[in-house]
């Protein structure tokens, strides 16, 4: 189990994360019926949004959108 806030600095790259999601977490929101975009931050946001906002630049986004 994971307790420390190194832990989970060594294991996620942050302390105050607590889950990676697996690489079918796209299929997964798809399945549930959304729209899914994967995006690299660095790509849709300028850089000072990127820092501001805490994105990790090397990870990706899943931006969902739902059908009316």
């Known amino acids: 189990v994971i307790r ?3 832990a989970r600095r060594r294991l996620f790259g942050q302390p105050d994360h607590v889950r990676v999601y697996g690489h079918d977490v796209a299929d ?4 549930a019926r959304f729209s899914v975009s994967v995006e690299r931050p660095q790509q849709r946001y300028p850089s000072d949004t990127v820092a501001r906002c805490g994105l990790n630049a090397d990870e990706c986004l899943f931006l969902c959108e739902k059908p009316g």
């Open 28 to 31: 997964r929101l798809a399945r």
């Open 4 to 6: 420390t806030p190194e």
